[in-house]
């Protein structure tokens, strides 16, 4: 069922709330160094920024004295005025007040939007005056009092180009945290006290998961050994399901001629993402940002029956994107990165089915990881703006039905948003909650394209011998294995499930005497393929423990003289820190049954 | 042990006779048409060629007047005359008789090797006139007449780039398949024939298994589903093998910097290989030809003790190499080819038993796939030339000795070849024979590298806290998965032991009502993960049985009333064409036991 309770009614105001608080903001930045540029500034996931070119730098030290001054104005009870001026005077409002970005914007929203008047918001003080002015569409909360002075906090400044263009002036970013309540405050700085101590860079290290080479270059991460044991059982995993889904797979180059990409139009419409094209035999080439061209020449080359659909192309497809290189880390923000990709061609009864599929992946391979917080958004087209968007509007129409009723159908919440739809078709956007309440959309599941089929001329024949178009659908669940072990790394801070971890088991002998005994263990527990290490007593046990528990391998396993006898081991469980004697059978029958099962929780330490 | 037996001085008479002969296709197309320019003219492993460039095209109807001519030359038993000229007169020889090309290479000679003279062959003629010369460094039969001439043809002409360049003349190739007796040239050329007919380019597309696009580019094959089970089988079998072995694995990106390149030396030595390069943030990007410097970097990210060696780095890792745009088709003549790559890090005492593990895989997998026929090749450097190589002449010795101590450990045959090691360090060649006697090079195992350790400055920390550099080696059993699944392809005929075909079961019910029991079968098929094709009954049982020959599925399964009744299936045997009866359950465990064990050849339908 759509949200349009209490819950969209909440996020509404949240938006005014943060959004009147930028305003502040640059109140604030004008009263305390009147020389300032002002730009824009809207909201954000946890509160709002401005962007400002100063006269001179400001810092942190410069934080109280803000914080200071948009109280004051908070106090003061301002009100928003609404103002429709044409554009001329708009522009000379902005010229007197020698403010150069509001002229700029002016004169792009008079081009863009072909229009002759632009809206701006005055805020009134409490003997009525105007206090400060800016160019925006509104939404705003009725009185500036609305706003819980307790509940926000200027975090930090960052550098920001104008309109993100590198060519352009270098602003200052200010950042502010806003909630409804001091409590949600609090709550949000907490969690991001927390989630900075498991950053994923830095357990990445510790841990020995993926290596950042300067001579490599800039946002190619490279997965080390333990790393690479993640992928692998990530990969392994999501193509067992796909199999038994009935997926099927390609293996497709990592480049293309540049013809390729103007067919499926990536090159009018995805350029800046796309890395310089590299010429070769009279030719250019294109380093492949997406895998759907590719796919496309796979489906095409082979005829379809109505029967043989859905077709469904899988590839773990690794792709390039040209971030700026100052913009990249780690493995959230990266140039190259591998996508679990695939591309549905369908007939229009098959659409339902292959949404709830869709749907249902998602949500098995998420809760299996244990990510159980999510939202889904349904991205809409606005039958306002026909003109934007291609195919039919009986096809839009359907397709935007068809996963509404999927929705419905598997009895999920969602959010609509009108005019969010990408131009060539309608989609579902999964936003997972992390362990530190961060929102994170990973995948895309799925998304309607009525461009490329048609730009590739793809059919199939129907029961009447007649050709049609099929209908596509894109997704990923991972979205990118990178990111994904990126956002995962934080999650579980670092602590995987066991089928998951790196190293599964670290066996500590208590001294020279059980250093067989371990061995053996060791050798049972490789030939069953579980990862292993072994800490000889070359160092005392409680070294070797602290060890094991920085390298968070899930369970130490400790033998002494009673353990050998009785044929027992000591589990040290490193997430719950507690500690079991078992029998050796029942410890590896265990294990064994929760790596098949792919078990979030471990089984064996859980009390003692 | 090396060969120094019977079959070296065989591969050497071999060699002088194809050698030979090419000097007599050159005299030869000089007597029928004088204004030719030649060129040179190296023995092959099916015979020889010579690179012609003709004043008119020559084509396929010359051949019977040249064959007839070389014919005539061999049964003048000319005899060989050595002669050493000094540059300039070497030079005033070949420009008095017009052939620049020869001057040219005199020019080279000269340059590159720094020597003052250099060394021709003349034939002499039966009244002892000089016949024909050639700039050779010899290599010949004593007598012209110890070539059988009916051991001999002509067998095609192609265009070939003087010294490959295509910016220089094009010249014409002329081929010459040449055996020590016409039976073995018969069976050459017969095997070639049957070569022919099971063309991975043919099959492969009959079979579905791979995609060759114009828009996406030459020598940029996709593996469509088919195919990419294929390789998803040898990738799931070869990465268990390697876990099993302790090999670890990374996944690295498909670029790098320059620099990165550089440092490696492959910007230097191997630069007409690699595609032109990609410029991107005020620098230059590589579209990676090979992955031993990511994997380089991947081992310097973390310390390593003596204890942590041998440290076994394996990727599927996707190279891309520049070849000629025209001379790539297919699977075997690629652009872009996905390595089953690894770089072994180790101390100088583990060496032996590294080689001896590789040799071990390589043998294991080749046998799996039916390849049964290898020669071993050590190549060696040449003391001679000890400024050609890097590294010092203790470290070479000690590598090749370790090399031959290996293969002697293995009891396995091999030749060596002194002066055939790359700069950079001595290796190991297995040259597979297909069912149609062809020799394959797929694999390099392995192959010394003391250059890239040096150039990155590798280490561990030995006993006694010391740095050291590791030694290194580079191996890939399949070599290119692509080229691999091309000429596995040919050598299984299209018919694919059963582990590995793309479609494993065909059911085909004989009628209407035997429709419910054929599904039940494939849907406790697909339980097992058995990949199953049913072949309904709108067609008839004949046409049903040919298209499942056609497309090669390994077993056709036939349920009519007797099998429904009696609880078994009528299993036909594609490859032997051989039908049996056997029971369902006994049908499902022998497939199931085939698959599991990877068998080459099938358990039911062997004898009827």
């Known amino acids: 069922m759509a949200k349009n309770s209490s819950s969209d009614a909440q996020a509404d105001a949240l938006h005014k709330l943060r959004h009147s608080l930028a ?53 003061q009870a301002q009100t928003f005025r609404r103002d429709e001026l044409s554009a001329s005077n708009a522009k000379k ?40 002015v800016d160019l925006c569409r509104g939404g705003h909360v009725e009185n500036l009092k609305e706003i819980p002075v307790d509940a926000f906090k200027i975090m930090s400044v960052a550098g920001a180009y104008w309109r993100g263009d590198e060519k352009r002036e270098q602003l200052t970013r200010i950042y502010v945290a806003a909630f409804p309540t001091k409590v949600e405050l609090e709550q949000y700085l907490k969690n991001r006290e927390e989630a900075a101590k498991y950053d994923h860079r830095v357990l990445g290290r510790e841990m020995h998961l993926f290596v950042l080479s300067e001579i490599v270059g800039p946002g190619l991460p490279m997965l080390a050994p333990r790393g690479a044991i993640i992928r692998q059982e990530l990969e392994n995993w999501i193509r067992e399901e796909l199999k038994r889904r009935g997926y099927s797979f390609a293996y497709t180059p990592n480049i293309g001629r540049a013809d390729l990409y103007k067919k499926s139009g990536h090159l009018d419409f995805f350029r800046e993402n796309i890395f310089p094209l590299l010429e070769a035999d009279d030719s250019q080439y294109v380093l492949k940002p997406m895998n759907c061209p590719h796919h496309m020449e796979v489906y095409k080359s082979e005829p379809h029956s109505y029967r043989d659909l859905p077709v469904r192309i899988a590839e773990f497809g690794t792709v390039y994107r040209y971030e700026k290189s100052g913009q990249v880390g780690g493995l959230t923000r990266v140039r190259g990165f591998t996508q679990d990709d695939a591309h549905i061609l369908m007939r229009p009864d098959q659409m339902q089915q292959e949404i709830e599929g869709i749907l249902d992946l998602s949500f098995h391979i998420y809760r299996t990881l244990g990510f159980n917080d999510f939202t889904l958004r349904l991205s809409l087209h606005d039958p306002a703006k026909r003109k934007q968007y291609v195919g039919s509007e009986e096809n839009w129409r359907m397709a935007e039905e068809t996963l509404r009723k999927a929705l419905g159908a598997m009895k999920l919440s969602y959010v609509e948003g009108v005019g969010e739809a990408a131009f060539y078709g309608p989609k579902i956007d999964l936003i997972v909650r992390d362990a530190f309440s961060r929102e994170w959309q990973l995948g895309t599941i799925p998304q309607v394209d009525y461009n490329m089929p ?17 209908i596509m659908m894109h997704r990923a669940i991972f979205g990118s294995f990178e990111r994904f072990i ?61 060890e094991g528990e920085q390298q968070r391998i899930p369970y130490l396993i400790v033998l002494g003289d009673r353990e050998v006898r009785e044929r027992t081991v000591t589990v040290r469980n490193v ?19 929760d790596i098949r099962e792919r078990k979030l929780e471990a089984s064996i330490g859980i009390s003692t």
């Open 23 to 75: 305003h502040v903001l640059a109140q604030a930045a004008l009263k305390l160094w009147p020389g300032t540029k002002i730009t824009i500034g809207p909201p954000i996931d946890y509160g709002c920024y401005y962007d400002f070119l100063f006269e001179s730098p400001i810092s942190e030290d410069d934080f109280p004295a803000l914080e200071k001054e948009m109280k004051k104005i908070i106090h």
């Open 575 to 593: 997430k719950t820190k507690k500690q079991v004697v078992v029998p050796v059978e029942e410890f590896v029958s265990t294990i064994m049954r």
């Open 93 to 132: 409002f902005w010229k007197d007040r020698q403010q150069p970005f509001k002229v700029e914007l002016i004169e792009d929203i008079v081009k863009n939007e072909r229009v002759k008047t632009v809206t701006q918001y005055a805020n009134i003080g409490p003997t009525g005056e105007e206090t400060f």
């Open 486 to 546: 990126g956002v995962l790394i934080e999650h579980c801070k670092g602590l995987f499930p066991l089928w998951l971890a790196p190293v599964q088991i670290a066996i500590l002998p208590v001294a020279d005497v059980h250093e067989h005994a371990a061995h053996d263990l060791e050798a049972r527990l490789k030939k069953e393929g579980i990862r292993v290490v072994f800490l000889d007593h070359a160092e005392s046990l409680g070294k070797r423990i602290r």
């Open 454 to 470: 048609a730009r590739f001329h793809l059919h199939y024949i129907d029961e009447h011998g007649e050709k049609k178009q099929p």
